[in-house]
């Protein structure tokens, strides 16, 4: 239901006006653990936030969907996403959430528990919809049963 009425918006060319649409419908997708669906959503916000200069909502969304890929365990798309966003706006290499971001990535390749909650600490997480923040909090640099580097020390 919520996709039909983005469409709508979109039909009309008036997605700057979904803003509440979008957020509920995030919001439900992301508490689903529907992820793949609010990156989606997010694929089209962004679109909103390009033509409109929204370049503080537009960092929280590049972030948001990297979290939404680590929490798939998609490091791949995770990372290739940083890539991509870092070279469709270069303010986003300069902001904070870029920073939360590079840490989750680095986080990742390294298997560092610790460089994990220090993203997950970074006083900008309050500011992300609070379903993306609780994913972020439930993250870890476990995968398929592996510890972390520091684990075997």
């Known amino acids: 239901m919520y996709k039909e009425a983005i469409d709508i918006y979109d039909i009309e060319q008036k997605i700057i006006y979904a803003?509440?649409?979008y957020a509920a419908a995030t919001r439900f997708a992301v508490g689903s653990k529907r992820y793949m669906d609010a990156i989606e959503i997010y694929q089209e916000i962004r679109k909103a936030y390009e033509q409109n200069n929204k370049k503080g909502r537009l960092h929280k969304l590049y972030t948001s969907v990297i979290i939404l890929?680590?929490?798939m365990k998609d490091e791949v798309a995770a990372d290739r996403c940083l890539v991509e966003f870092s070279q469709s706006c270069h303010d986003y290499l300069l902001s904070e959430e870029y920073e939360i971001a590079n840490l989750l990535q680095q986080s990742y390749s390294n298997m560092d528990q610790e460089l994990l909650e220090k993203a997950?600490?970074?006083h900008l997480v309050e500011f992300l919809?609070?379903?993306?923040a609780e994913v972020l909090n439930n993250l870890d640099c476990y995968i398929d049963?592996?510890?972390?580097s520091e684990e075997l020390l």
């Open 120 to 122: 997950k600490k970074h």
């Open 69 to 71: 890929y680590l929490a």
């Open 19 to 21: 803003g509440e649409t």
């Open 129 to 132: 919809e609070n379903e993306v």
């Open 145 to 148: 049963g592996e510890i972390s």
